[in-house]
C-alpha cells in the first residue's frame, strides 16, 4: 500500500519529517519546498491528512501538532512526489483494523 492509498483508504497516516529548518517553522502558505531537507534526519511526527495538487505542484496536506497559531491554520502543504522531500515517507504508520 502506497502512503496515498493509506491516506485515501484509511485516513490519517502519522509520518515523520525534518523539521529543523527555520523555513518550517516560519511556513505560512504555498506548497513547502526546502532544498537543504533531508530525508536521514527526520526529528518531528507530524500527521498527513490528505494530498492534492496546487499550482502544478503535487502535495501532502500535513497536520501539525503546533496548534492553529502555527502555519496554515496548523497545516502545512509539504512538497510530495520529488525525492521523499523531508523524508516524509521514511517513517509512516496507520492503524490497521481488525476482521
Request: proline fraction near 4%.
Given at each position: 500500500?502506497?502512503?496515498?492509498?493509506?491516506?485515501?483508504?484509511?485516513?490519517?497516516?502519522?509520518?515523520?519529517?525534518?523539521?529543523?529548518?527555520?523555513?518550517?517553522?516560519l511556513?505560512?502558505?504555498?506548497?513547502?519546498?526546502?532544498?537543504?531537507?533531508?530525508?536521514?534526519?527526520?526529528?518531528?511526527?507530524?500527521?498527513?491528512?490528505?494530498?492534492?495538487?496546487?499550482?502544478?505542484?503535487?502535495?501532502?496536506?500535513?497536520?501539525?501538532s503546533?496548534?492553529?497559531?502555527?502555519?496554515?491554520?496548523?497545516?502545512?502543504?509539504?512538497?510530495?512526489?520529488?525525492?521523499?522531500?523531508?523524508?516524509?515517507?521514511?517513517?509512516?504508520?496507520?492503524?490497521?483494523?481488525?476482521?
Amino acid at each position: 500500500v502506497t502512503q496515498a492509498q493509506a491516506v485515501h483508504d484509511v485516513g490519517p497516516v502519522s509520518v515523520c519529517i525534518d523539521a529543523g529548518h527555520l523555513s518550517f517553522q516560519l511556513y505560512s502558505s504555498g506548497v513547502y519546498y526546502e532544498p537543504n531537507c533531508n530525508p536521514d534526519a527526520i526529528n518531528h511526527a507530524v500527521l498527513a491528512v490528505g494530498y492534492g495538487t496546487e499550482g502544478g505542484s503535487d502535495y501532502w496536506l500535513v497536520k501539525n501538532s503546533w496548534g492553529t497559531g502555527w502555519g496554515d491554520g496548523g497545516y502545512i502543504k509539504v512538497t510530495r512526489n520529488k525525492d521523499n522531500h523531508c523524508g516524509i515517507a521514511t517513517q509512516s504508520c496507520y492503524p490497521l483494523h481488525g476482521h
